[in-house]
């Protein structure tokens, strides 16, 4: 069923970049539609009484089946570049809709974008009515995705790069204690480069969030390494 | 003159919040409503066919008289407690104009804020016809805003202060060649607090971004300090 007017504000949507990890690869979060062979960022339209935030968390719950996951936003999209009704049309006609041409969905939309980073081996995604399938990408072979939403993917890891340090606290991709080379394995797939591992352990220690905890034994004759956690935040 | 519905974007407008400084304070650029005793950021709508990032532009321009300003985007407001509608009736009324209860500019609005730094000696804003008068506001002392316009500035400077060492660069705030004294008590004035001389000095020269030229010689018999400009970004 195609959202109704009198429900959304209009010319409004967001868009999400729900980032996953899980110890290796950094993927991405995609919905497809087979018939049309289009693939798209899972999003939606916001309430005309309903606050943005929370919207987003609900057209995330209906389009992924993903709950409870932090959502951070990072841009608003609103260049007239990105408006393209005939893709609109085509997702709507797919749906046996007829399609007026002053549907509401037709309209110019600025896209507020959110993204989200989680361990992808905890949740298991479900496509909504509209969409045939959700699936994880690799980022590095991610495949084209309609109107600006590779931009989007590319400005949302533009963001998590810039702040990564502040973010990881509030995410939770790594088990509750672990190794620095489990954290510098994280670092690598999200900044998409190999880094030195005396000088990332130098700042990773300098930046006062790790608390070190007892070393991990594995049985093994080589050195343990040691275990550290995330300095809760008062 | 309200804004027509038939012109602009419903349920979504921009707000903005101009930092000023001029070698010492930190200054905020303030609308007042005189009869209505209220005070605002600049702000407006934007229109249907209208790149977002252009509106905000015009918009300023219009309200204040200041051009060509390099404007950030940092937020979207979409809480439903920012729902006021009185407010702008009350300032519709005291325009001598008839307000009906579904009057687009009564709805709820969604807002885009965008923040500029500029050197506020090198500007004269001018109000606009909705608005009495346009001054810079100590942040130390500004007054109450009306809706949540207090809290928006709250989030401009925070993520300003977050954003500082990448930003400076893009906003001419200081001479096209500066000491390093003027350098701190810029850093200063944005971050609400006095820094030590040393500390600073080796923070900003390790940053590299700075290129340093002659010293100044002023005649008298203290020691010249030496002069730096902004490394051109390639």
Same mark, same amino acid.
Request: hydrophobic share 35%; no cysteine; charged share 30%.
């Given at each position: 069923m195609t959202p109704l007017a009198t429900e959304y504000i209009p010319n409004l949507s967001y868009d999400s970049v729900i980032f996953g990890f899980s110890g290796e690869k950094l993927k991405i979060l995609v919905l497809e539609y087979h018939n049309l062979k289009t693939h798209a960022l899972p999003g939606g339209f916001i309430k005309k009484d309903e606050n943005l935030d929370d919207?987003?968390?609900?057209?995330?719950? *209906?389009?992924?089946?993903?709950?409870?996951? /932090?959502?951070?936003? #990072?841009?608003? #999209?609103?260049?007239?570049?990105?408006?393209?009704?005939?893709?609109?049309?085509?997702?709507? @006609?797919?749906?046996? @809709?007829?399609?007026?041409?002053?549907?509401?969905?037709?309209?110019? #939309?600025i896209t507020v974008g959110y993204?989200?980073?989680?361990? /992808? *081996?905890?949740?298991?995604p479900t496509p909504d009515e509209l969409s045939d399938s959700i699936d994880w990408y690799d980022y590095d072979s991610l495949p084209e995705l309609m109107m600006d939403h590779n931009d989007i993917v590319s400005k949302a890891l533009e963001h998590l790069r810039t702040h990564l340090d502040q973010k990881l606290l509030s995410m939770n991709l790594l088990p509750e204690k672990f190794t620095m080379k489990d954290l510098q394995q994280l /670092?690598?797939?999200?900044?998409?480069?190999?880094?030195?591992?005396?000088? #990332?352990?130098?700042?990773?220690?300098?930046?006062?969030?790790?608390?070190?905890?007892?070393?991990?034994?594995?049985?093994?004759?080589?050195?343990a390494p040691y275990l550290y956690s995330f300095k809760m935040i008062s």
């Open positions: 919207a987003v968390k609900r057209g995330l719950m *209906e389009r992924t089946g993903l709950e409870e996951i /932090y959502l951070e936003q #990072f841009h608003t #999209f609103g260049s007239m570049d990105r408006y393209s009704p005939q893709v609109m049309r085509r997702i709507m @006609e797919e749906q046996g @809709e007829e399609v007026t041409s002053d549907h509401w969905l037709l309209g110019r #939309f993204y989200a980073l989680i361990n /992808y *081996e905890n949740v298991t /670092y690598e797939a999200i900044l998409g480069e190999k880094l030195n591992r005396a000088n #990332f352990q130098r700042k990773m220690l300098a930046l006062d969030i790790l608390e070190r905890h007892d070393k991990l034994y594995s049985g093994g004759s080589h050195k």
